[in-house]
């Protein structure tokens, strides 16, 4: 066996991304991905190459990485290594995804397969190092996101993703996603402005049989992969019908089996109903909202709704894609829960603060403003020790995110939402808890 040593405190070379053109532009909700300089990846862990003839070894007494030292077989053939570079992006292509993990699998210099992986940053620029030379597969994760590109590594050098620009994007439908809709919050739109595909139901008060369709054949909603439930549902998961406890069931069976589901404000009621216990919500039930069984009329599914429960009425807005059926006696604008938050008709700022570490990573701010603009909303008083408070604000938790079951899917709340905020940081937030689920 033979070891080559290089003359110590040999140059490294700098890779100016701005020079090599990576990044894409970005947009008033997010950080540019912008690269600072990044070193070339010639002096990091080593990668024996393959095939070896019988009875070639490596040097397995040489434990990479060795500053300024190259490791040859016994024949000879140099440990060859590169690194790679590069940026992960929203289908949108201008939104950095931070928080994201990349991996590699490579072989060392003993030829054992081993993983590399980093998490991308705030602008979700990434570099892994000490890559065997030749094709290798880069995978990138979030949540229930993914990604992979076939990458060729050179020897002394850093290449960068996709063909040399640097950036991989999520497909628009690399996730199935529902969102119901409500109607003082429009998640809808933060999927929209991040370039995902979504199928939107109706489930707003007065129209939210879709919803119900939906959430009531198990098989349907096991379709997708994330759920989004809107603030205003019209969904009541509080009065004596067996659909009831056929939803719930089926949202528990959905994040058992690895789905999501986000909730926002006044839609906590899916939250405390299907997962009770992990927050502990200051809500009442609204007037005539529980206690009693609702109108078969009202808690059917299509379409096996009886024909008298059937109304056309053409579609309700542009928070309704479907036809809206529900007879005039499942059309009351009541909500099924209330809060107790209270603000004055002006709207009341609150000064939120990220307080979750991998979410400042991702994000890299922690100051967050909230607007509070309507009365009622849902306080949270506190949660378990299971739940993860992400942001909070005036000594209460305001967005939190727990795992029912070990292995399933994720559950997330936020007493804030998109409507009325104006404000890029709540656009940013949103995004980037939609990436964690």
């Known amino acids: ?260 589901v986000y909730a926002s404000d006044l839609a906590a009621d899916f939250v405390e109903q299907a997962w009770p216990g992990w927050v502990d919500f200051e809500l009442r039930p609204a007037a005539n909202s529980e206690g009693y069984t609702a109108s078969p009329c009202c808690v059917c599914a299509a379409p096996n709704c009886d024909a008298s429960c059937v109304e056309q009425t053409g579609q309700t807005g542009p928070r309704c894609p479907q036809r809206n059926e529900l007879p005039a006696e499942c059309r009351s604008p009541a909500l099924p829960v209330v809060g107790r938050g209270r603000v004055s008709p002006a709207g009341t700022l609150t000064q939120g603060r990220v307080v979750d570490p991998e979410l400042i990573a991702a994000l890299g701010f922690e100051d967050l403003p909230i607007r509070f603009n309507a009365p009622g909303w849902i306080q949270i008083a506190g949660v378990s020790a299971g739940t993860r408070v992400l942001v909070e604000g005036d000594g209460r938790p305001l967005m939190v995110l727990f795992e029912p079951e070990p292995g399933g899917g994720r559950v997330a709340f936020t007493s804030f939402h998109n409507e009325a905020q104006g404000d890029a940081a709540i656009d940013a937030i949103l995004e980037s808890l939609i990436l964690r689920l």
């Open 1 to 260: 066996m033979t070891s080559l040593r290089r003359p110590a405190g040999r140059a490294r070379a700098l890779a100016l991304w701005g020079a090599l053109g990576v990044g894409c532009e970005g947009t008033p909700a997010s950080t540019p991905l912008e690269f600072d300089a990044v070193l070339a990846a010639d002096d990091t862990a080593y990668a024996a190459p393959r095939p070896l003839p019988d009875g070639a070894l490596v040097l397995r007494d040489a434990t990479p990485p060795l500053e300024d030292v190259t490791v040859l077989s016994e024949l000879g053939v140099p440990c060859a290594r590169g690194g790679i570079a590069g940026a992960i992006c929203a289908p949108n292509g201008t939104t950095p995804v931070g928080g994201a993990r990349v991996r590699v699998e490579t072989l060392d210099c003993a030829g054992d397969r081993v993983r590399v992986e980093a998490y991308t940053d705030s602008r979700g620029r990434f570099e892994l190092r000490g890559i065997a030379a030749g094709e290798v597969r880069v995978d990138v994760t979030t949540g229930n996101f993914a990604a992979s590109a076939e990458v060729q590594v050179r020897a002394g050098g850093t290449v960068l993703l996709a063909g040399g620009d640097g950036k991989l994007c999520f497909s628009p439908t690399s996730v199935a996603i529902a969102a119901l809709t409500g109607a003082y919050d429009r998640i809808e739109d933060n999927l929209a402005q991040l370039g995902f595909a979504a199928d939107i139901y109706c489930g707003a008060a007065g129209a939210y049989r879709p919803a119900r369709t939906l959430l009531q054949d198990v098989d349907a909603l096991a379709r997708y992969r994330l759920l989004f439930v809107n603030c205003g549902t019209g969904v009541n998961l509080r009065t004596d019908n067996f659909e009831n406890t056929q939803i719930i069931e089926h949202l528990r069976s959905f994040v058992r089996a690895g789905g999501s």
